[in-house]
């Protein structure tokens, strides 16, 4: 860390030198061996390991280095010296300077420190280093937050809240927050893994809930496993509670690296560019035949994406949650965009209460970086039916509708095939300049024809001597109408491209927003990414 002799110091007494090196020292060994034999054994990291891998050689600058419990003899001498049971400072991720810190499992568990001052967690030290040095905030989290042992310790109980997400909350309208679940996270780790723009866990290996079986089988009577209970087949897969799943610590720490490559430093700083060899002009022949000619037929959406933005660019979040839409960072010219895509794999790409959840999240976190929206559409509509009705989906759906008439980063919207109803309008901004493309394959409308005309005209169906020959020949006669070419002669469609014209197309509408997304850096009036 320091060029020259660090020992040529003759003005400074060499047992104060040699006390600090002993504390350093005894802060280096965290548990003990036997507690961090014990972590290892989990097929867990130390705190101090994953610092170590997901920062850049040599760039970590520890802060608090000497906070902890220290045992002294009867003549008030130094023996032993317990760290404190968080890790936290300064850092680089590939060149650029983040806060990191986590709890330290191996001291007692990774509960919370009881200093006046936190090093880590909500209102600690490590929160307020992100918010002044407008850096990215990293935390791995492995612990469970408070212990019941601190009401003995003070001699009162206190209210919820004395060391609050005050800050936490603050910091997601200011830098990207990003939350790596490690170990078994309960409590105010939990709490903190909610309140990030991206979180990742270990599947298999890490767990996180509001509180854990003991508790549970108390409160509840009920006994269950911990993975049953918050890991990621739970807390990823059906509830959306964490954003990605990883298979290692390794595969957890590459996704944050992943996601923050595409994020600025903070909110008065554009989106990094990315590598723009793929050219920008690069017309994909396979564009044109991806949408099959059969109007029900399921077809690749995440194949079709691929092909147009920049080759390898695109990092997915929540893959496993809310699967009707697809949330994924990429590059177009090297320039980050966020994707919205409807899956017509999934409920034909209907928009349920998961999607809607998923969609409106992911549009902050793009508004709150400056990072452009591309809608791929093809939406049939909302999920309909008792459970969808049942879930909430009509409100969360029209929640995903307001996010997106808030929107104020530039947005372009290319409707692939279906474009219908109140779903169709969460791909649409209006307080942009509304640019709407679409392929030739595209149809919109506030219901398709086929059950429009079934609704519409009930009655005559039903009256004629074969319902569904009256039904068909009612749909034959208003299909024309529903041409794409039809709505483009009336300019109610801004333009119609070829599929192979896409990436082209797309690049240089993205290029443009550049200078807009300049001139609007800055803290919003909200507070940030809901989570």
Same mark, same amino acid.
């Given at each position: 860390?320091?060029?020259g002799?660090?020992?040529?110091?003759?003005?400074?007494?060499?047992?104060?030198?040699?006390?600090?090196?002993?504390?350093?020292?005894?802060?280096?060994?965290?548990?003990?061996?036997?507690?961090?034999?014990?972590?290892?054994?989990?097929?867990?990291?130390?705190?101090?390991?994953?610092?170590?891998?997901?920062?850049?050689?040599?760039?970590?600058?520890?802060?608090?280095?000497?906070?902890?419990?220290?045992?002294?003899?009867?003549?008030?001498? %130094?023996?032993? &010296?317990?760290?404190?049971?968080? =890790?936290? /400072?300064? $850092?680089?991720?590939d060149?650029?300077?983040? @806060? #990191?810190?986590?709890?330290?499992?191996?001291?007692?568990?990774?509960?919370?420190?009881?200093?006046?001052?936190?090093?880590?967690?909500?209102?600690?030290?490590?929160?307020?280093?992100?918010?002044?040095?407008?850096?990215?905030?990293?935390?791995l989290?492995?612990?469970?937050g408070?212990?019941?042992?601190?009401?003995?310790?003070?001699?009162?109980?206190?209210?919820?809240?004395?060391?609050?997400?005050?800050r936490?909350?603050?910091? %997601?309208?200011t &830098?990207?927050?990003?939350?790596? =679940?490690? /170990?078994? $996270?309960?409590?105010?780790?939990?709490?903190? @893994? #909610?309140?990030?723009?991206?979180?990742?866990m270990?599947?298999?290996?890490?767990?996180?809930?509001?509180?854990g079986?003991?508790?549970?089988?108390?409160?509840?009577?009920?006994?269950?496993?911990?993975?049953?209970?918050?890991?990621?087949?739970?807390?990823?897969?059906?509830?959306?509670?964490?954003?990605?799943?990883?298979?290692?610590?390794?595969?957890?720490?590459?996704?944050?690296?992943?996601?923050?490559?595409?994020?600025?430093?903070?909110?008065?700083?554009?989106?990094?560019?990315?590598?723009?060899?793929?050219?920008?002009?690069?017309?994909?022949?396979?564009?044109?035949?991806?949408?099959?000619q059969?109007?029900?037929?399921?077809?690749?959406?995440?194949?079709?994406?691929?092909?147009?933005?920049?080759?390898?660019?695109?990092?997915?979040?929540?893959?496993?949650?809310?699967?009707?839409?697809?949330?994924?960072l990429?590059r177009?010219?090297?320039?980050?965009?966020?994707?919205?895509?409807?899956?017509?794999?999934?409920?034909?790409?209907?928009?349920?209460?998961?999607?809607?959840?998923?969609?409106?999240?992911?549009?902050?976190?793009?508004?709150?970086?400056?990072?452009?929206?591309?809608?791929?559409?093809d939406?049939?509509?909302?999920?309909?039916?008792?459970?969808?009705?049942?879930?909430?989906?009509?409100?969360?759906?029209?929640?995903?509708?307001f996010?997106?008439?808030?929107?104020?980063v530039?947005?372009?919207?290319l409707?692939?095939?279906?474009?219908?109803?109140?779903?169709?309008?969460?791909?649409?901004?209006?307080?942009?300049?509304?640019?709407?493309l679409?392929?030739?394959?595209?149809?919109?409308g506030?219901?398709?024809?086929?059950?429009?005309?079934?609704?519409?005209?009930?009655?005559?169906?039903?009256?004629?001597?074969?319902?569904?020959?009256?039904?068909?020949?009612?749909?034959?006669?208003f299909?024309?109408?529903?041409?794409?070419?039809?709505?483009?002669?009336?300019?109610?469609?801004?333009?119609?491209?070829?599929?192979?014209?896409?990436?082209?197309v797309?690049?240089?509408?993205?290029?443009?927003?550049?200078?807009?997304?300049?001139?609007?850096?800055?803290?919003?009036?909200?507070?940030?990414?809901?989570?």
């Amino acid at each position: 860390m320091c060029a020259g002799n660090v020992n040529a110091v003759p003005d400074v007494d060499a047992s104060v030198v040699s006390e600090l090196g002993f504390r350093r020292g005894e802060s280096r060994k965290l548990g003990g061996d036997d507690a961090v034999e014990r972590q290892h054994a989990k097929g867990r990291l130390t705190v101090r390991e994953r610092i170590a891998a997901m920062t850049d050689p040599g760039s970590f600058r520890e802060i608090g280095t000497l906070a902890g419990t220290g045992r002294y003899d009867e003549h008030n001498r %130094l023996v032993s &010296v317990t760290p404190a049971p968080y =890790v936290a /400072g300064l $850092a680089r991720i590939d060149g650029r300077a983040v @806060a #990191i810190g986590g709890e330290d499992f191996t001291v007692r568990g990774g509960t919370t420190f009881g200093s006046l001052r936190r090093k880590g967690g909500q209102g600690g030290f490590i929160e307020d280093l992100a918010h002044h040095y407008r850096v990215p905030l990293v935390n791995l989290i492995d612990g469970a937050g408070g212990s019941v042992l601190s009401i003995k310790r003070r001699g009162h109980s206190v209210f919820p809240g004395v060391h609050g997400f005050e800050r936490s909350v603050g910091l %997601l309208g200011t &830098v990207p927050v990003v939350c790596a =679940v490690l /170990g078994t $996270a309960a409590g105010g780790p939990a709490g903190r @893994a #909610i309140l990030s723009h991206f979180s990742v866990m270990v599947r298999d290996n890490s767990q996180v809930f509001a509180a854990g079986p003991p508790v549970v089988k108390r409160s509840l009577g009920q006994e269950i496993d911990k993975n049953d209970l918050g890991g990621a087949a739970v807390a990823v897969d059906k509830a959306g509670t964490i954003h990605n799943a990883a298979v290692s610590e390794e595969d957890a720490f590459a996704q944050i690296r992943r996601f923050l490559s595409f994020m600025p430093d903070n909110v008065w700083q554009l989106p990094p560019r990315g590598d723009a060899s793929d050219p920008v002009d690069r017309c994909d022949e396979r564009l044109a035949s991806i949408v099959p000619q059969r109007r029900t037929q399921a077809y690749n959406m995440h194949r079709l994406v691929k092909l147009v933005c920049d080759e390898g660019s695109t990092f997915e979040l929540q893959p496993t949650y809310g699967k009707a839409v697809i949330t994924l960072l990429a590059r177009l010219g090297g320039r980050p965009v966020g994707i919205v895509a409807n899956n017509p794999m999934v409920y034909g790409g209907a928009m349920d209460v998961h999607a809607a959840r998923k969609q409106i999240h992911f549009m902050d976190l793009c508004d709150t970086f400056h990072i452009p929206i591309v809608f791929f559409v093809d939406v049939p509509g909302f999920m309909v039916g008792l459970r969808a009705e049942e879930a909430g989906t009509l409100r969360e759906g029209m929640r995903a509708v307001f996010f997106a008439g808030q929107l104020s980063v530039p947005t372009i919207t290319l409707v692939v095939r279906k474009c219908y109803g109140m779903a169709g309008m969460a791909t649409c901004n209006k307080n942009d300049v509304d640019l709407k493309l679409a392929w030739p394959t595209a149809e919109w409308g506030s219901l398709p024809v086929e059950g429009g005309v079934a609704a519409a005209f009930r009655g005559d169906i039903m009256a004629a001597p074969d319902p569904a020959a009256r039904e068909k020949e009612i749909e034959a006669e208003f299909r024309p109408y529903a041409s794409p070419f039809r709505t483009a002669e009336a300019f109610a469609v801004e333009e119609i491209i070829d599929p192979r014209e896409t990436r082209p197309v797309l690049c240089e509408f993205v290029a443009l927003a550049e200078a807009r997304l300049q001139s609007g850096l800055g803290k919003r009036s909200r507070s940030g990414v809901q989570p």
